[in-house]
């Protein structure tokens, strides 16, 4: 209750201008009282009409009053100053260093409760009082308390930034939609987060189920281990016992036994737990690239996250599980049965028999390969079918990109792209926006004299002669191209005639191992 009184007080002694405690207190011919500098630059402000009124009940006054300090609301604010100091917030409701301040505390400031992205200010509990209350601030965007509001600000224009430029792929002000971006493609920042954030969702669910897919694997190879170790203990037990029947015989031929079953056992169960500990890592990977997808979706300024998804967007496609080909448990029993025919035959069993043992021993052998076989039709190979956008980044200044980037278009005028480090300067060409991993299919449409589809490695030149950055001229590169009703494909500068009938439209596919050391294809 107590403090309940003191926050009573506080209103009664607060200015209605700045809603903050009064400060060098006046009071009007009407009896409102406010803070000397709030009702003079409201009065400074209505000079121009030369009639001045008061803000709460607008009654008017000729000529502008001349303004006396209020003695007793001076007294009376201190009083209560003091009193607040006695009842103040706990530590942690003040703003630290790393905290958001709110921008209207005047004294001790606390910490921001929500951030206004209209007002570019950050208030507290008290300060964002209003945003509840008042009609027009109530429309106002509030996101949690952030140091970045003025990164909303145009640095050109001063306004806030509220569309998003899809040609240029930045946020930009209503000002410069009217003058430089004039003709782009633009929407607004919330659509354009919408859309993104539907893309979000489906990299989320892609990840989440290649998560899925990678833990079954790895619980198909600990099963596995365990079946290698049991198979492999139980020969050496039974080999052990029938040895033990001849041990004057062939005790050194046991011990060459045990040994040659546990290098193989050793080189099995390496085997397996390398591919367990590739998938464990990739797990691994995966559940941080999720988490930082999570984040990213959870973000509430349209901005911030149109910032950050480009960072993000280029993700990983599902590459295709592993399948376990295991065949009947029957790892070391083989070699049971050979010692058990030596032990019937003795010595010259023995002799003749060791190769059938070692043979047996390394005979052991787990299937790991990926036995889903390639599409051999297009609706096969349109189930692995991609959306592939072109990265205005990289496209060549002579390319004009259209239909939201999917369309690229030759023509005689220079295009007025920034300056971008991987952007193509000699050569007509531009690369997707997506990386190309594990199986993908997409189908081309093309028309003119002479066009290509190519795929290429995403370090590929970017400012070299064409043999450096040409696509099919090097090593990071293949290019299909169509030139006076003739195919050819060529790689590494080596071109080879394909034969086949004209068509506009091109299927492409590309089977991409995540496994392989180079950068992702584009």
Request: charged fraction near 30%; charge should be neutral.
């Amino acid at each position: 209750m107590a403090q309940k009184g003191v926050q009573l007080d506080r209103e009664t002694f607060s200015c209605s201008i700045c809603l903050d405690l009064l400060k060098d207190p006046v009071t009007t011919s009407c009896g409102h009282s406010y803070c000397r500098n709030c009702i003079e630059a409201h009065w400074d402000r209505e000079d121009e009409k030369n009639i001045h009124s008061c803000p709460q009940c607008r009654q008017t006054f000729t000529p502008r009053p001349v303004l006396l300090k209020s003695t007793m609301l001076v007294d009376l604010v201190e009083e209560l100053k003091k009193t607040e100091l006695q009842a103040a917030p706990a530590d942690h409701c003040y703003a630290g260093p790393e905290d958001v301040a709110c921008d209207f505390c005047t004294w001790r400031k606390l910490k921001a409760l929500k951030s206004c992205l209209q007002c570019l200010a950050s208030y507290c509990e008290r300060h964002l009082q209003p945003h509840y209350d008042v009609a027009p601030l109530k429309k106002h965007k509030l996101v949690e308390p952030s140091k970045k509001l003025q990164e909303n600000i145009c640095s050109r224009h001063d306004e806030v930034l509220k569309i998003f430029c899809r040609t240029d792929q930045q946020s930009i002000c209503v000002l410069c939609s009217m003058d430089e971006h004039k003709g782009h493609d633009t929407v607004s920042a919330a659509a354009e987060r919408t859309e993104r954030q539907r893309e979000l969702e489906v990299s989320q669910q892609n990840i989440r189920r290649r998560i899925q897919d990678r833990e079954k694997d790895v619980k198909v190879l600990q099963q596995e281990v365990e079946a290698i170790n049991h198979s492999a203990d139980k020969a050496v037990d039974d080999s052990d016992k029938v040895f033990t029947e001849l041990m004057c015989l062939i005790a050194k031929r046991s011990s060459d036994m045990k040994q040659q079953i546990r290098l193989q056992q050793e080189a099995e169960v390496s085997q397996v737990q390398e591919l367990q500990e590739s998938l464990e890592q990739e797990i691994t990977e995966l559940k941080r690239k999720d988490a930082e997808l999570e984040q990213l979706s959870n973000t509430e300024d349209h901005n911030q996250f149109l910032n950050n998804y480009t960072l993000l967007s280029g993700l990983s496609e599902s590459t295709d599980s592993f399948c376990i080909n295991i065949r009947p448990l029957r790892y070391f029993e083989d070699v049971t049965v050979a010692v058990s025919e030596v032990r019937d035959k003795l010595q010259d069993i023995l002799s003749e028999k060791w190769t059938n043992i070692s043979q047996a021993v390394t005979k052991v052998d787990v299937l790991l390969s990926n036995s889903q076989p390639e599409p051999r039709t297009r609706a096969g190979f349109l189930k692995y079918s991609r959306e592939i956008t072109m990265d205005p980044n990289t496209a060549y200044t002579q390319l004009l990109l259209s239909e939201r980037n999917r369309r690229a278009t030759l023509i005689r005028q220079q295009q007025s792209y920034s300056r971008h480090p991987e952007r193509f300067t000699n050569w007509s060409q531009v690369l997707s926006r997506e990386s190309l991993t594990g199986r993908c299919y997409w189908e081309v449409e093309w028309r003119g004299r002479g066009v290509g589809v190519a795929v290429a490695y995403k370090n590929i030149s970017r400012a070299w002669s064409p043999d450096k950055c040409g696509f099919g001229r090097n090593d990071k590169s293949w290019a299909l191209d169509w030139c006076t009703d003739k195919y050819k494909f060529t790689y590494n500068n080596i071109s080879t005639p394909v034969s086949g009938p004209l068509s506009f439209r091109v299927g492409v596919w590309c089977h991409y191992s995540t496994l392989q050391p180079n950068p992702p294809a584009q």
